[in-house]
């Protein structure tokens, strides 16, 4: 059983910057992907980045590449989300999601499905005042 933990959010102003953890305890295994995602009032919940662990790829969402970046520690199992220029539109609850091993053939994609991630975190509230 894996468990996660998510800390940094709060209230920044537009353009401002927040950095996002989400620490992963329990029992994980060597190539999966932690992610997050992100959901506002009223909308449903969308992808934000992943990294898969057996490769270090990133991938990211069209509306924050270049705004947000993802990165880990490995040793702490702990994923970030650096979030650089932030926007009003980027106000939401922000969820860490991890999976559980990879395997088979990974489809286009596969890293935007929520179904492809078995453990969620609780959520951290980031707020961007216009």
């Known amino acids: 059983q894996v468990q996660l933990v998510e800390s940094g959010g709060g209230l920044v102003q537009a353009g401002g910057s927040l950095r996002l953890s989400c620490g992963a305890s329990?029992?994980?295994?060597?190539?999966?992907?932690m992610g997050w995602f992100r959901q506002a009032p009223g909308k449903e919940r969308e992808f934000v980045a992943a990294i898969r662990w057996g490769t270090g790829n990133k991938y990211y969402e069209d509306s924050v590449e270049g705004r947000f970046t993802i990165s880990r520690d490995t040793a702490k199992k702990t994923v970030y989300l650096q979030m650089n220029s932030l926007k009003p539109e980027d106000t939401a609850v922000y969820y860490c999601a991890a999976s559980q091993p990879l395997r088979g053939v990974l489809r286009s994609g596969w890293y935007r499905m929520m179904s492809t991630y078995d453990y969620w975190g609780q959520g951290t509230q980031v707020t961007v005042s216009s």
């Open positions: 329990g029992r994980t295994l060597s190539d999966y992907v």
